[in-house]
C-alpha cells in the first residue's frame, strides 16, 4: 500500500521484529481522523534549531523562478527585533540567535506570514553529580501507599516530606513518585495516575488538610477535625490496607472546605497572584472540577464531560459561562485547592534542597490524558477524540491495548508552535529535581485506534521527535531538571541513540537486561541511565520471584490462553536461572525453594545497587518484602488497582533494623 499521509506509518513491527502492515479500512479511518494535511504556506509551522547553527528557512512559492520581494522581522524573546531582506527565496537568520522562542513574520506586498523559532540548547539539563560521574540512590514510591499516624488514609504531601528526610538521613539523593496529576475529585473511584483529568494540574487528593493555615485557625474547622466521629472515620480510613478513595475523599473535601470558609476571610493577595499567573488555564480546571461537583450532586453517572447534559459538552458554551457566573465561588474554591497543592509541593522541593539531595524528588509525566477530562473538554481541536492510544498487538495482548486517552494531533500541535507541549513541560517540571517521562516512545510514534474499535485495528501515527526533544532539553535546561525517560517495549531504531546525545537518562528494568551470556554484567549498564529492580506494572520482588503476577493475571483473566501463560512462564524460569546464577559469581543467595524470604529480596537489591548506571532506585515494598502489587496492567475493575498501601507506616519502615541494614549497604556501594 502506497502511503499518502505524512503522519501516518502503514506498517509496525512485532515482537518477532516482523514488519505488520495495516490493512487499508484500518488505515482508511486513522488518515480520516488526522484529517487532511494543512496546504503548505510560505513559512514553515515552526522551525526548531540549535544554538550556534545558522537558521536558512527555505520558503514555500508556487513559481520557484520569481523572487519574492519581501522583508522578514524576528521578534526575540527578549523583545529585541532583527530585520532583513528575503533573498534568493529564503530567509538567512543570524547563527548567534539566544536560546528561546522568537517570532518571526515575514510581510509582503499582499500579506504577513508567521513562523515561530525555537533556538534550544545540544543537552538537557544534568546535575553537578552526573557531571562529577557520581552514582546516586533513592526510592521509588507511589504517594498514596504511604501509611503514617497523622494521614487522612492516604499518603499526602507531609508524608513525602517525613519520607524525604529519612532518605536522607540514610545518604539517599533522590525519591521518585508515580504522576501526582490531577484526576476527577467528583468521581473518587477513577484512581489511575497514568488516565488523568489534566496533566497540567494536581491531584487535589495529596493536600494534606491538617498543615493548612486556615484550617488550623479555624474555630470550627478544628472543632470538625476534633470531635469523636470524625477521629473514629479518619482512624479507620488510616488502618484500611488499600485506600478507600471515595471516603478518603469525602472527608478531606469537608475539610478542605471548612478551611477555605476561613481563608476567605484571611489576605488573598497571594492567591490573587497565582490566578493571575496562572490566567486561563487555571479557570478551565476549576470550572471543570466545580461543574463536575455541582452536577454530580444532583445527577448519578457523571463520570466526565461526555456523560454530562450536552450544553454543558464544552468549555467554550454559554451554559458553561453561565455556571462560572453563578457557581464563581465554587470555582474559586477548586482554583484555591490548586493553590494549595501546589504550596505544599513547593514545601517538599524546597525541604529536599535544604537536605542537600542532588536531585530531590521527581516527578512523573503520564503518557496522555482520559477522553472525559479537563484537557479535552477544553481544547477539542488539539485532542482527537474520535481516536485513542494505546500498544499493537503482541504475545501477552493479540487484540492489542486501548489505554483509553485522547492522543494530541500532531499537525495542530506544529501550527501552535508546539505551545501545548511547552506548557506540558513547565507544569511538570515545576518545583521537582527531574521529570520521568512514562512512555517517551509517543514522542515519536502512537499508536492510534479509531473509538469503540479494537486495539489491533490501529496504526502508528508519527510525531516530530527530534523537535519535542530539542524543547525538552531547552525546558530542561530553564528548569534545571534532569529528564529520565521510560522508552521500554519495542523502541524505534536510533532513539536510544537520540535520547543519550540529548543527555536523557535512559531507564533499565534490571529484569529486562539480558544479553546473550545471561543476566547481562552490572558493570556494562550505561552510566546516563536509571536502574530499577521493577515498576509500577510489575511485580514486587517477592511477587516475581515466585509467580505470584502469573497466578493473578490467570485468575482475572490477563493471558489470551494457557499456551501464552505457559511461554511466559518458561521465560521467567530462564529469567530466574540466569539472575541467580548471575548473583551467585558475586555472593551466595538465600534459598527461594519454599520462600522468597525478606534476606532474599534484600540481597538481591543490594546486588543490584552494584549497577553502573548514574541512579538505582528502589521500591519500599521490596524493603519491606511486599508480595502485592500496586497495578495488574490488562486489569481494571477486576483488581484493587492503584489503591494498596504499604504494610507499615514511614516510621515503622527506617525503624527496621534489616531496612535499616540494606539501606546501609546500597550507601556505601554507592559510594565506593
Excluded at 100 to 115: D, F, I, R
Excluded at 270 to 276: K, L, T
Excluded at 577 to 596: F, G, H, P
Aim: aromatic letters at 12%; one cysteine or more; glycine letters at 6%.
Amino acid at each position: 500500500m502506497k502511503q499518502t499521509h505524512p503522519y501516518l506509518n502503514t506498517y509496525f513491527f512485532d515482537e518477532y521484529g516482523r514488519r505488520r502492515y495495516a490493512s487499508s479500512e484500518v488505515y482508511q479511518k486513522i488518515a480520516k481522523r488526522l484529517g487532511s494535511p494543512k496546504s503548505r504556506q510560505i513559512l514553515p509551522l515552526v522551525k526548531v534549531v540549535k544554538a550556534g547553527q545558522a537558521v536558512y528557512i527555505p520558503l514555500h512559492i508556487a513559481n520557484s523562478n520569481q523572487d519574492l520581494q519581501a522583508h522578514w522581522q524576528l521578534t526575540l524573546e527578549n523583545n529585541e527585533m532583527l530585520t532583513g531582506k528575503v533573498k534568493r527565496n529564503a530567509i538567512n537568520l543570524p547563527s548567534n540567535l539566544p536560546l528561546g522562542y522568537h517570532e518571526l513574520s515575514l510581510h509582503t506586498a499582499k500579506a504577513a506570514y508567521h513562523c515561530r523559532v525555537i533556538v534550544t540548547p545540544e543537552t538537557a539539563f544534568q546535575p553537578k553529580a552526573l557531571q562529577a560521574h557520581q552514582k546516586l540512590w533513592g526510592a521509588i514510591l507511589q504517594l498514596y501507599t504511604l501509611r503514617s499516624e497523622q494521614n487522612w488514609g492516604i499518603g499526602d504531601f507531609s508524608d513525602l516530606k517525613a519520607f524525604l528526610i529519612k532518605v536522607a538521613e540514610k545518604g539517599g539523593d533522590f525519591v521518585g513518585l508515580n504522576p501526582i496529576h490531577a484526576l476527577f475529585p467528583a468521581n473518587a473511584e477513577g484512581a489511575s495516575p497514568y488516565s488523568p483529568s489534566s496533566r497540567l494540574w494536581m491531584n487535589i487528593v495529596y493536600i494534606d488538610v491538617n498543615a493548612i493555615e486556615a484550617f488550623q485557625k479555624s474555630v470550627e474547622a478544628q472543632t470538625w477535625f476534633n470531635d469523636a466521629e470524625t477521629q473514629r472515620q479518619l482512624a479507620e480510613q488510616r488502618a484500611k490496607d488499600y485506600v478507600d478513595y471515595t471516603q478518603v475523599m469525602s472527608l478531606k473535601l469537608h475539610g478542605l472546605r471548612l478551611a477555605y470558609s476561613a481563608f476567605c476571610r484571611q489576605d488573598q493577595t497571594a492567591f490573587e497572584q497565582f490566578i493571575a499567573q496562572n490566567g486561563e488555564a487555571l479557570k478551565i480546571q476549576g470550572t471543570f472540577d466545580a461543574l463536575h461537583s455541582w452536577l454530580s450532586a444532583q445527577f448519578s453517572e457523571q463520570w466526565g464531560w461526555n456523560f454530562w447534559a450536552e450544553q454543558y459538552h464544552d468549555y467554550h458554551s454559554p451554559a458553561v459561562a453561565q455556571f462560572q457566573a453563578e457557581q464563581s465561588d465554587l470555582v474559586r474554591f477548586y482554583m484555591w485547592l490548586q493553590f494549595i497543592a501546589q504550596q505544599q509541593l513547593q514545601q517538599c522541593n524546597l525541604l529536599a534542597k535544604e537536605l542537600g539531595m542532588p536531585v530531590g524528588f521527581y516527578r512523573d509525566l503520564a503518557v496522555g490524558v482520559a477522553d472525559n477530562g479537563a484537557e479535552t473538554w477544553a481544547d477539542k481541536e488539539l485532542f482527537v477524540l474520535d481516536a485513542s492510544v494505546g500498544a499493537p498487538p503482541d504475545i501477552m495482548a493479540p487484540n492489542g491495548q486501548n489505554w483509553g486517552l485522547s492522543p494530541m494531533h500532531p499537525e495542530v500541535l506544529q501550527a501552535r508552535g508546539y505551545q501545548p507541549f511547552i506548557d506540558l513541560l513547565r507544569a511538570n517540571m515545576k518545583d521537582c529535581g527531574a521529570l520521568r517521562i512514562d512512555h517517551i516512545l509517543g514522542l515519536a510514534r502512537m499508536w492510534w485506534v479509531a473509538k469503540g474499535d479494537s486495539a489491533k485495528n490501529g496504526a502508528y501515527v508519527r510525531y516530530p521527535l527530534d523537535d519535542l526533544l530539542a524543547i525538552l532539553a531547552l525546558e530542561s535546561q530553564r528548569h534545571q531538571c534532569l529528564i529520565i525517560a521510560e522508552a521500554l517495549g519495542t523502541v524505534p531504531k536510533g532513539m536510544l541513540k537520540k535520547l543519550e546525545e540529548k543527555g536523557i537518562l535512559a531507564y533499565n528494568i534490571f529484569y529486562f537486561e539480558m544479553d546473550a551470556n545471561g543476566s547481562k554484567p552490572l558493570e556494562n549498564y550505561p552510566y546516563q541511565a536509571m536502574t530499577t529492580l521493577s515498576t509500577h506494572d510489575l511485580p514486587t520482588v517477592q511477587g516475581y520471584w515466585k509467580g505470584y503476577d502469573f497466578d493473578l493475571g490467570e485468575q482475572f483473566g490477563v493471558y489470551p490462553s494457557k499456551k501464552v501463560l505457559n511461554i511466559l512462564k518458561q521465560g521467567r524460569k530462564e529469567a530466574k536461572e540466569k539472575i541467580r546464577q548471575a548473583v551467585e559469581n558475586v555472593q551466595e543467595l538465600a534459598n527461594t525453594d519454599t520462600n522468597v524470604s525478606k534476606e532474599f529480596t534484600h540481597q538481591l537489591q543490594a546486588y543490584v545497587a552494584d549497577t553502573n548506571s548514574v541512579l538505582f532506585g528502589s521500591q519500599p515494598e521490596d524493603w519491606l518484602n511486599m508480595l502485592d502489587p500496586v497495578n495488574i496492567p490488562g486489569t481494571s475493575m477486576e483488581y484493587p488497582n492503584w489503591r494498596r498501601k504499604l504494610s507499615h507506616t514511614i516510621e515503622e519502615i527506617f525503624a527496621n533494623t534489616e531496612i535499616n541494614q540494606l539501606l546501609d549497604t546500597i550507601e556505601k556501594k554507592r559510594n565506593k
